[in-house]
T-cell receptor
Framework: ELKVEQNPLFLSMQEGKNYTIYCNYSTTSDRLYWYRQDPGKSLESLFVLLSNGAVKQEGRLMASLDTKARLSTLHITAAVHDLSATYFCAVEDNAGNMLTFGGGTRLMVKP | GAGVSQSPSNKVTEKGKDVELRCDPISGHTALYWYRQSLGQGLEFLIYFQGNSAPDKSGLPSDRFSAERTGGSVSTLTIQRTQQEDSAVYLC????????????FGSGTRLTVV
């Protein structure tokens, strides 16, 4: 059974600081997804990582994937308040049928 | 349609009643997924439909839960004899063929069982 773990579960940080969210998973997979969820809203796709070594960047967020370590990171650079949200990673099963989600990281960026 | 549409957006029901939640996927998306998100928690997989294949029901938590997808498009998730622990946001997502094309999520149905 594929298990996906994120840490930290909660992150409070000051504006302007850098931090990294980690996503570990238990079985082999080459594809990983990051989503953002604002309070009371649905999930918005951020990044799709489709191979070992993949790196994607959008604004202050950068995601990477190491399939050998079964690890993805979401790095936040010079955080701003607008980045406050819950971030989920999700791993695709090998059959390409579905995603298993991590528990989410609730990020709060304080002015 | 332009996005995944779910209805109702909010539903309050009495314990023991049956409820139906509806999902209208993006036109042409053959894969449809139901997830459940309890307050402050991650997403729990419920059921997956792909084209005309038999659905993957492995995530349904009990036999009170069932889902169908008519004509390869609209899906209905039915919860019979609702319990308070069924209170959650039920999210539907659709994808073109397989998940590798990415999920698009609907806005969810917030179910409250009182």
């Amino acid at each position: 059974e594929l298990k996906v773990e994120q840490n930290p579960l909660f992150l409070s940080m000051q504006e302007g600081k850098n931090y990294t969210i980690y996503c570990n998973y238990s079985t082999t997979s080459d594809r990983l997804y990051w989503y953002r969820q604002d309070p009371g809203k649905s999930l918005e796709s951020l990044f799709v990582l489709l191979s070992n070594g993949a790196v994607k960047q959008e604004g202050r967020l950068m995601a990477s994937l190491d399939t050998k370590a079964r690890l993805s990171t979401l790095h936040i650079t010079a955080a701003v308040h607008d980045l406050s949200a819950t971030y989920f990673c999700a791993v695709e099963d090998n059959a390409g049928n579905m995603l298993t989600f991590g528990g989410g990281t609730r990020l709060m960026v304080k002015p | 349609g332009a996005g995944v549409s779910q209805s109702p957006s909010n539903k309050v029901t009495e314990k023991g009643k049956d409820v139906e939640l509806r999902c209208d996927p993006i036109s042409g998306h053959t894969a449809l997924y139901w997830y459940r998100q309890s307050l402050g928690q991650g997403l729990e997989f419920l059921i997956y439909f792909q084209g005309n294949s038999a659905p993957d029901k492995s995530g349904l938590p009990s036999d009170r839960f069932s889902a169908e997808r008519t004509g390869g498009s609209v899906s209905t998730l039915t919860i019979q004899r609702t319990q308070q622990e069924d209170s959650a946001v039920y999210l539907c997502a659709s994808s073109l063929m397989t998940v590798s094309y990415g999920y698009t999520f609907g806005s969810g149905t917030r179910l409250t069982v009182v």
